[in-house]
């Protein structure tokens, strides 16, 4: 009988701790890890600009005639030529022949045009509802690494491309986002925080103005509160590399008011500082200038998630088909629960007493999205989450791809990458898993917008009847 080949033991028998003792550094102390977030720093921001252009700035590529046609106006190219050709005043592109490349402010003021002179029954132009505001989308879950950021990117820019105007902010402080969208962001006065500290100074005169009438002693309103008051989100949202998406960015700052924001609170016990981003918002009638406000969290369930899940109308709750994240996502859900019927809980008690309306959030969807699926090894799995979450879950699955990874390496959305760079099926196959989200979430989108305007028309026809 043979002698089977010896095999080498598993790499962990034998240590000798010596030798080990040998491998390791001196003791690491606090000025060391200074040092690597410095060389971490460097070493990111040249990987950040690896989709960027040789002057430093970030640019979005230009969209054949092909990816026109077929992705964007969804009208055939000898026609698309015939109209350009009738119409010298439009966007021509540039290239040669029937080989035209087009920026997407171009493809806007193609949009317009067929919107306009194109076929009575097809649309060119994604629907919405005249007179109704944003909608805000959060792209939220506690659980990291389940592609918040990638999802939420992906939508922003595919809502993007079907015309709409898009506001993304983001709140996590690691800056992924903003990276992607190529802000500039310096300190934390250029990210969301100082329009929390703002509703927060707001609330404080509101309180000292009563406290002086009673000869109370009034709550301080330091530099930083008092700074804040002259901040407004247009001082803080800047242009993007694409023509249609602002951006209100993050930096590592950021985290800071995870640490303020309850120092406040504790000073203010009645400031409801979970709607300090939805007043911000309002206020500021930044719900008139965009059709889409899209929210970028933090995998924590922190204050600015706080905010972010209560100014939101469509929640999107992104998670890999494995049990680790379908286990962490129910318990996402489970402290969505017990914090917002908490706030219901205390809010509600006060309002009664003082004849108050009562509190109640609401959101018009929640869609629990599978990202990174692999069909032949996730199947089943994923079969038993979409039983569970019904009708939470979204019915797209977002298989991996070869694409995404390619694209990530150069810091860009499958968008922003030029298909020439890949063979043309696996563009095609990465593109169609991001464009069966976007169709999926704009599905609930239209609806939402939809069942909006029947109630505002039946509001007003009520309102009409009750007058005469």
């Known amino acids: 009988m043979a002698t089977p080949p010896k095999s080498d033991p598993p790499a962990y028998f034998n240590i000798n701790p010596e030798q080990a003792a040998q491998t390791l550094s001196d003791p690491i102390d606090t000025a060391r890890f200074a040092k690597a977030a410095a060389f ?5 921001d040249d990987l950040a600009k690896r989709g960027y252009a040789p002057d430093g700035r970030k640019r979005l590529r230009k969209f054949s005639t092909w990816e026109v046609c077929r992705y964007l106006l969804n009208v055939a190219p000898a026609h698309l030529r015939r109209v350009l050709k009738a119409h010298p005043d439009l966007p021509q592109g540039t290239g040669e022949g029937n080989s035209r490349w087009f920026t997407l402010e171009d493809v806007l003021a193609l949009r317009d045009h067929f919107a306009a002179e194109g076929a009575a029954n097809r649309s060119y132009k994604s629907w919405r509802p005249e007179g109704l505001p944003a909608k805000v989308i959060s792209v939220a879950n506690f659980k990291g690494g389940v592609g918040k950021t990638s999802t939420a990117a992906h939508l922003a820019m595919s809502a993007a491309l079907d015309g709409y105007r898009v506001l993304v902010i983001d709140l996590d402080s690691q800056g992924s986002m903003t990276s992607i969208m190529g802000g500039d962001v310096p300190d934390e006065w250029s990210t ?3 329009l929390l500290a703002k509703d927060y100074a707001r609330h404080v005169q509101a309180e000292n103005s009563v406290r002086r009438a009673a000869g109370i ?3 301080p309103l330091d530099e930083t509160l008092t700074e804040s008051l002259e901040v407004s989100p247009r001082n803080l949202i800047q242009p993007t590399h694409w023509p249609n998406i602002d951006l209100i960015g993050a930096q590592l700052n950021l ?3 995870e640490f303020q924001v309850p120092v406040w609170r504790m000073q203010l016990r009645n400031w409801p500082l979970w ?13 008139d200038d965009y059709d889409i406000i899209l929210l970028d969290t933090p995998p924590a369930l922190g204050y600015l998630t706080i905010n972010a899940l209560a100014a939101a109308d469509i929640l999107v709750v992104p998670l890999g088909a494995s049990f680790l994240e379908f286990d962490s996502t129910g318990r996402f859900f489970d402290m969505l629960y017990s914090t917002f019927a908490s706030i219901e809980d205390g809010e509600n008690s006060v309002r009664r007493r003082e004849g108050l309306p009562e509190v109640k959030f609401e959101w018009d969807a929640v869609r629990a999205l599978i990202t990174r699926f692999d069909a032949g090894q996730q199947t089943d799995l994923a079969n038993v989450i979409q039983a569970y979450f019904g009708d939470f879950m979204a019915t797209y699955r977002q298989e991996v791809t070869a ?3 390619q694209a990530g390496e150069q810091v860009n959305g499958i968008y922003e990458a ?9 563009y095609v196959r990465g593109r169609e898993a991001f464009d069966q989200t976007w169709a999926e979430i704009k599905t609930v989108l239209l609806g939402t917008w939809w069942r909006d305007q029947q ?3 039946q509001a007003a026809k009520e309102a009409k009847d009750g007058e005469a």
């Open 40 to 44: 971490a720093a460097r070493g990111r």
């Open 192 to 194: 969301a925080f100082p």
């Open 217 to 219: 002693t009034e709550l």
């Open 255 to 257: 985290y800071w008011a």
């Open 275 to 287: 709607d300090a981003l939805t007043r911000a918002l309002e206020d500021e009638k930044i719900l």
């Open 403 to 405: 694409m995404v990874g």
């Open 418 to 426: 030029d298909y020439r760079d890949f063979n043309r099926d696996t």
């Open 455 to 457: 109630l505002a028309e």
